[in-house]
């Protein structure tokens, strides 16, 4: 198979889009797709501090590296769940990252600095762990925003995360749910904007951008993951998008066309009667936000500070307009004009990977395969789907909702 671009040897195929690419073309592809997204919903506007939420996983830290190929002004926050042998590495693949690049990095450590971990804390407030972490990193990242003064939170949800979301979403026909996933939900009522920028790129091919970046990250799963309904939903898609290419991302993207309004009203009937906790001052509908509950019931302090400084606040309207990110093709695979230097006609080699027009400066190497990138079916190659649920816990559900896998 030929790149779709540049016609040199591909190394990875992209069934949905019936295309390969080698990996410069592959790099510029993932990139136009980010900025297309960005460009679409009107995310992130040039000259706004973003703060990403990062877990370690290939999707946060795949995102975050692409925001800063892009130009963004990108900090990360990584939270760390005191969850025994997945926890730490995790935190070193972070923390790897971003010293490679010299970008700043927040830590906030559970245990450390609020006084419980993921297994007591969910104990305590009789919750099933992915409900307290979610929670958990829910609050710390609004918090972190507000408090350092950041214009947005970017979450590291895919075109996988997405599908599976809707489709649970979907089988239990949860409307107030599917009011709020949204590749971009605004600022208001306290809470800080969040936005997706990955949405048009699979969880394959985030492996593969790691693999071709060099970027190490965490592929073992959360031990807690077991018996997560939202992987049962994946792999449900997954059979069918193996059948029929494109079918997730038409499925998602159509819902986004068509589905826009689709719970609005009790959106915004949730909105009501939201007001400060009298604790932390966090929006919430009751007198104690779930938070700071959770926190207490485990022994723990909610009131600690996040090591956030407040930047300097950015200027321009939230949304202001398109960001400018080099060229950018609209097709329905918009690889963009590819370079027309010399392109790697090999196989991806292992190490550094020099990909023409990147520039994030050195990466690490990691567990960079030697080989092509896997064509096969999403769950094909190193895409641990803890991972993808590492990031897909990132969202922020509107208050007061009870918990999902976002
Ligand atoms: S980290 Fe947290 Fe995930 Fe582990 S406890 Fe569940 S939500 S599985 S994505
Ligand atoms: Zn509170």
């Not at 769940?81 to 010299?102: D, K, M, N, Q, V």
């Not at 079918?247 to 066309?257: S, V």
Request: proline letters at 9%.
């Amino acid at each position: 198979m030929k790149c779709r671009s540049c016609r040199e040897p591909a190394v990875i195929e992209l069934r949905r889009h019936n295309a390969g690419f080698c990996a410069p073309c592959f790099l510029t592809y993932c990139r136009n797709q980010v900025v297309r997204a960005v460009e679409e919903h009107k995310m992130i506007a040039r000259g706004e501090r973003v703060l990403v939420a990062v877990s370690g996983g290939k999707d946060s830290l795949a995102l975050w590296d692409l925001l800063l190929d892009l130009g963004y002004q990108a900090d990360g926050l990584y939270i760390g769940l005191g969850i025994g042998g997945y926890s730490e590495p995790s935190g070193e693949y972070t923390r790897s990252f971003a010293e490679a690049r010299g970008v700043t990095l927040v830590e906030v450590d559970l245990p450390g600095d609020f006084g419980y971990d993921i297994r007591s804390g969910a104990a305590a407030d009789h919750r099933v762990p992915c409900s307290a972490c979610g929670l958990s990193k829910r609050h710390i990242f609004d918090r972190a925003a507000v408090e350092g003064g950041y214009d947005v939170v970017a979450t590291g949800h895919n075109l996988d995360d997405e599908a599976a979301v809707l489709f649970g979403n979907l089988l239990h026909w949860d409307v107030a749910y599917l009011a709020r996933q949204r590749p971009v939900l605004p600022e208001r009522d306290g809470f800080p904007r969040k936005v997706k920028p990955l949405v048009r790129l699979a969880e394959r091919e985030m492996a593969a951008y790691c693999v071709l970046r060099g970027i190490d990250y965490q592929v073992e799963e959360c031990p807690m993951s077991a018996g997560n309904r939202h992987l049962g939903y994946k792999d449900a898609l997954n059979a069918v998008e193996e059948r029929s290419p494109g079918t997730k991302a038409a499925f998602y993207h159509g819902f986004l066309e068509h589905g826009a309004n689709l719970g609005a009203e009790i959106g915004e009937r949730e909105r009501e009667g939201l007001r400060p906790c009298s604790n932390c001052g966090a929006p919430t509908v009751g007198e104690i936000c779930a938070f700071c509950k959770l926190v207490r019931r485990a022994g723990g302090n909610p009131n600690r500070r996040i090591p956030v400084s407040a930047g300097p606040v950015s200027a321009g309207p939230v949304s202001a307009g398109p960001v400018s990110a080099g060229p950018v093709s609209t097709g329905p695979v918009p690889a963009g004009p590819v370079p027309a230097g010399p392109v790697s006609a090999g196989p991806v080699s292992a190490g550094p990977v020099s990909a023409g027009p990147v520039s994030a400066g050195p990466v690490s190497a990691g567990p960079v395969s030697a080989g092509p990138v896997p064509a096969g079916p999403v769950s094909a190659g190193p895409v641990p789907a803890d991972a993808a649920l590492a990031d897909a816990a990132l969202a922020t559900p509107a208050p007061g909702a009870k918990e999902t896998a976002k």
